[in-house]
């Protein structure tokens, strides 16, 4: 039996592709009981469309996915574009799946299946975190049964990188992530302070194109149409500490989201210290560090085989 049962939550999105694939190549760590979708990198049409795209290419239709919210708690001001190509996966032709979307909403799934296997499931939002605090603040009752939520968002300790302030999925949804930091659950946070050590560079982008499967091809061609200068794996980093957390290390710190200035929207203050903290407790571990070489190792092995 795999050690983690999880729900990812995700917007696919090239690194989320990645972080999908890492979990389907890792099945003595991971069973990935269901996939959820929410609007972010692009609109929720194309992230449930290159969610189900994902599986067909890896050849996991056995894996359901749930469309999720469209839109925000209260929607981010507009922006210019996606760093992920106006499809949400660099432009790269894969084939549409033969297989659709369940009938139940994301939420619902969320909630039902934490409800039927309480202290099991791990939920792994790896986008806007507008999923997860509807169903928390639908059933509010579900937070004690989540076993963890090990998420990919904020900065606490370096700028952001859709405003100064702020981190892209945390801007997008505020309000939600600030559900969540306030849930009373078991929180690990993947923020730019860890993520944006995980850098695709020349050698590492040559070493991924050398594999001779399709999903290493496929991931490759995607990261080659990833942001400007060098892409970085953000979202994988939350399914790799799932399989190894020795690669990574952080703090315990109280992590609380700024939701009403416009200036500093979506920005995560992170109080580490007792004199910060003012007699509050922590209520998250923020990773800060990992080791990026056997990082990549881990994420290169795991995509041969598929």
């Given at each position: 039996m795999a050690k983690h049962r999880i729900i990812i939550d995700c917007d696919p999105g090239v690194d989320d592709a990645i972080a999908l694939f890492l979990a389907f190549g890792s099945p003595d760590e991971i069973e990935l009981v269901g996939i959820t979708t929410v609007a972010g990198n692009v609109p929720l049409s194309n992230t449930t469309r290159n969610a189900l795209r994902i599986c067909a290419l890896a050849g996991r239709a056995d894996i359901p996915v749930y469309k999720g919210?469209?839109?925000?708690?209260?929607?981010?001001?507009?922006?210019?574009?996606?760093v992920h190509g106006n499809d949400g996966l660099g432009g790269v032709d894969l084939p549409n799946a033969p297989f659709g979307v369940q009938s139940q909403h994301a939420v619902d799934f969320i909630i039902d299946t934490v409800r039927n296997a309480p202290g099991e499931i791990t939920l792994c939002p790896i986008g806007p975190m507008t999923n997860i605090a509807l169903a928390l603040l639908k059933e509010p009752s579900i937070a004690q049964d989540i076993k963890e939520i090990v998420f990919m968002g904020g900065a606490a300790?370096?700028?952001?990188?859709?405003?100064?302030e702020a981190e892209f999925n945390i801007w997008v949804d505020p309000h939600a992530a600030e559900v969540v930091m306030s849930s009373g659950c078991r929180l690990t946070m993947f923020g730019l302070d860890v993520t944006g050590k995980a850098?695709?560079?020349?050698?590492?982008?040559?070493?991924?194109?050398?594999?001779?499967?399709?999903?290493?091809?496929?991931?490759?061609?995607?990261?080659?149409?990833?942001?400007?200068?060098?892409?970085m794996l953000h979202d994988p980093c939350?399914?790799?500490?799932?399989?190894?957390?020795?690669?990574?290390?952080?703090?315990?710190?109280?992590?609380?989201?700024?939701?009403?200035?416009?200036?500093?929207?979506?920005?995560?203050?992170?109080?580490?210290?007792?004199?910060?903290?003012?007699?509050?407790?922590?209520?998250?571990?923020?990773?800060?560090?990992?080791?990026?070489?056997?990082?990549?190792?881990?994420?290169?092995?795991?995509?041969?085989?598929l």
């Open positions: 919210c469209a839109n925000g708690i209260f929607p981010a001001p507009g922006r210019a574009g996606s300790f370096r700028p952001g990188n859709s405003t100064p850098v695709v560079t020349r050698d590492r982008m040559a070493a991924l194109r050398a594999q001779p499967n399709d999903v290493s091809q496929e991931s490759a061609d995607m990261l080659a149409h990833y942001g400007t200068g060098d892409p939350v399914v790799a500490h799932l399989i190894d957390p020795t690669l990574f290390s952080g703090v315990e710190a109280r992590v609380e989201v700024e939701c009403a200035s416009p200036l500093t929207r979506g920005r995560t203050v992170a109080a580490v210290s007792e004199r910060h903290r003012v007699g509050r407790p922590a209520n998250c571990t923020v990773i800060t560090d990992l080791d990026d070489a056997r990082f990549f190792k881990l994420v290169f092995d795991r995509l041969r085989p």
